[in-house]
Nanobody, 120 residues
């Protein structure tokens, strides 16, 4: 059974930094793309950053230059968040498009989320 587990959230002052981690576990053949999304209270979930297995990364305009997504050769992805602003406050979710076996199509899996709160 595939699981994605986020960690690293917390409370930080504006201008501070946090590093989120996401560990994928279970029987996974390959991970194509990792995503970080966030959802603030009363708002829709939005895509923050993505990282493909080919090395491409993309960011929402609101976080460009401040956030960095990375991944390792195992099943982990990270989101380094610098110069945090109160508007970055949200629940951050990790997602991955992955393949369990070569016989199955790629599917998207989600983590449970981790709270990030930035105080002014």
């Amino acid at each position: 059974q595939v699981q994605l587990v986020e960690s690293g959230g917390g409370l930080v002052q504006a201008g501070g930094s946090l590093r989120l981690s996401c560990a994928a576990s279970g029987s996974i053949f390959s991970i194509n793309t990792f995503y970080w999304y966030r959802q603030a209270p009363g708002k829709q979930r939005e895509l923050v950053a993505s990282s493909t297995s080919g090395g491409s990364t993309n960011y929402a305009d609101s976080v460009k230059g401040r956030f960095t997504i990375s991944r390792d050769n195992a099943k982990n992805t990270y989101l380094q968040m610098n110069s945090l602003k109160p508007e970055d406050t949200a629940v951050y979710y990790c997602a991955a498009v992955l393949q369990i076996t070569t016989a199955q199509a790629y599917s998207r899996y989600w983590g449970q989320g981790t709270q990030v709160t930035v105080s002014s």
